[in-house]
């Protein structure tokens, strides 16, 4: 195998996947591995730190192995966000559990931190909440001794999941991160683009355990694999990643993964809007980024493990066969970890109505799918009603995609064209292209497995009464003892 490959890792909340792309590209390899958080009880979501780190290495490096890694020109690295690391300056060991996005156990310390929620939304684009990492520092902190220890002994570094693997990746020399990832620390001013005094005073953290930030595509130190020395040229955030080229101002993008996040591209106005969060993109050699409104959806795929959970299993190649069978639909609230944009309910739970002796798994799975798809529409809806126009083509990317009733769904609810894009590991590949594009090589859009469109198939006057009837069973559930 000869030719420059541009290899890129996407480390996601259920899977660590490597892949190597050619100019052309094209997905020459790929490997994966499943490492799920453990998440024992609600609310609890977290890895192992030497668990998560030896998952990445072993695929970064089986991959290596097999396209040889002096054909590689470059490895980007792309990461789940609000995810966080705690470790150790000298020895690289973890200090805590590695708390993922998910985890909502830091709730008092999010709601005793002495800052507003509306003073931590100007600064940040963020909100208040344990799910972004200022919370969870704290928490550990308070209940990991060795965190104090080492902060005591200024040993202690603290960042997301890339800047823990370029750490190790690099052999400590890189300790830096990008703004998509810093800012999902709940620690970093977008308007000056520099960690917050404030926050870190009000959250009890040092500045100097938090990583230097970088633009998404610079240098980031190299990997020596094998007596080959390979440069490391990208940190960023995996929504952000699957954005990469393709969300430029006044467009939107729907990624469907464990979450789904929606990200309208507001240009170079910081737009504040309440109940959305107000990101960045990814940036190339200058930290000069668009402003992005962003709204997750905290369940997507994970409401598909749900339900195996309770008990309703089924093959997951099989949902758009079932959902077909279904005569009739549940409804489905998807509130793990409670909603996201633009509710921001953290109290609401999973919650099932329209339930009979006819009900059918069909009925339990095309309910879900349906749901994930409300959710999404409740955004766009609110983003309208903001003044915030919403135009097609929508473009999507994501896991789920290959789900037609869910896409299908979505084009009807919206009333709105989704364009998806044939390469279904669009981090990975956005990831790719921030590479080429720092180095100033050329990689191309892969042919293969062509783009394709879902047109809307309800009328205007069926989505809007199927959005009503949304509603109405959205306020009940809100109405239902906690």
Same mark, same amino acid.
């Given at each position: ?161 890339? &800047?823990? =693997?370029? !750490?190790?990746?690099?052999? $400590?020399?890189? %300790?830096? /991160? ?7 620390? +709940? ?114 795929? &994970?409401? =598909?493990? !749900?339900?195996?959970?309770? $008990?309703?299993? %089924?093959? /997951? ?7 077909? +069978? ?157």
């Amino acid at each position: 195998m000869s030719g420059k490959l541009f290899v890129a890792l996407d480390l996601g909340t259920s899977s660590c996947r490597a892949l190597a792309f050619n100019q052309s590209g094209e997905v020459l390899a790929r490997k994966s591995l499943i490492l799920a958080p453990k998440r024992p009880q609600n609310g609890l979501s977290f890895y192992d730190g030497n668990e998560l780190l030896r998952a990445q290495k072993n695929v970064l490096n089986s991959l290596l192995t097999q396209v040889g890694a002096q054909n590689v020109r470059s490895i980007s690295v792309s990461c789940q966000r609000s995810t966080v690391v705690l470790w150790h300056r000298q020895t690289g060991e973890p200090l805590a559990p590695v708390l993922t996005w998910e985890d909502g156990r830091a709730a008092a310390e999010a709601e005793n931190a002495p800052v507003s929620q509306a003073e931590v939304h100007t600064i940040t684009g963020l909100y208040k909440t344990p799910y972004f990492s200022a919370p969870k520092i704290a928490w550990c902190f308070k209940n990991c001794p060795p965190v104090k220890q080492a902060a005591g002994e200024k040993n202690l570094l603290i960042g997301p999941v890339a &800047s823990y =693997f370029i !750490w190790h990746l690099t052999g $400590g020399k890189t %300790f830096a /991160a990008d703004p998509t990832l810093a800012q999902r620390m +709940l620690l970093w001013d977008i308007r000056t683009q520099t960690w917050s005094a404030d926050l870190c005073k009000a959250f009890g953290i040092e500045p100097e355990t938090l990583p230097e930030i970088r633009p998404s595509a610079a240098d980031y130190g190299t990997y020596e694999f094998e007596q080959v020395k390979i440069p490391l040229c990208v940190c960023v955030g995996d929504q952000q990643a699957a954005a990469w080229n393709r969300l430029k101002s006044g467009q939107t993008l729907i990624n469907y993964g464990t979450g789904a996040f929606l990200l309208h591209n507001a240009g170079r106005k910081n737009i504040c809007l309440p109940g959305l969060l107000t990101s960045l993109s990814a940036s190339c050699k200058t930290p000069k980024s668009d402003y992005v409104l962003e709204a997750p959806v905290n369940a997507a795929g &994970s409401a =598909f493990q !749900w339900l195996a959970a309770q $008990g309703i299993s %089924f093959d /997951a190649k099989k949902i758009d066969s079932l959902c077909a +069978l279904s005569q009739n639909p549940v409804w489905f609230l998807p509130a793990l970890g409670g909603l996201g944009a633009p509710y921001w309910d953290f109290s609401l739970s999973p919650v099932v109505a329209g339930l009979s002796p006819l009900t059918q798994k069909a009925d339990w799975v095309a309910g879900t799918v349906r749901g994930i798809a409300f959710l999404l529409a409740d955004i766009v809806a609110y983003l309208r009603a903001n003044q915030v126009p919403v135009s097609g083509p929508v473009a999507v990317s994501g896991g789920l995609t290959h789900l037609n009733y869910l896409m299908q769904f979505q084009a009807g609810l919206l009333q709105l064209p989704l364009v998806l894009r044939g390469e279904s590991e669009s981090t990975a590949l956005g990831a790719a292209h921030l590479a080429a594009d720092y180095l100033q090589e050329s990689l191309q859009v892969s042919t293969n497995g062509e783009s394709c469109s879902f047109l809307p198939n309800l009328s205007v006057e069926d989505a809007k009464n199927l959005h009503q009837k949304w509603q109405a069973f959205l306020t009940w559930c809100k109405a239902q003892p906690k």
